[in-house]
């Protein structure tokens, strides 16, 4: 793998993974037992 430039398609898969994680707090944050998801 080359490091010396950043890669779009890693970036992509960055964002979307920090995207998802939030979507998953904010979720178990309006679900009652949203520990479960947890």
Known sequence: MRAKRPNPFLM???CL???CDRNIVNIASLTPNGGAFL
Do not use: P
């Open 17 to 19: 993974k920090r995207t």
């Open 12 to 14: 992509a898969q960055v």
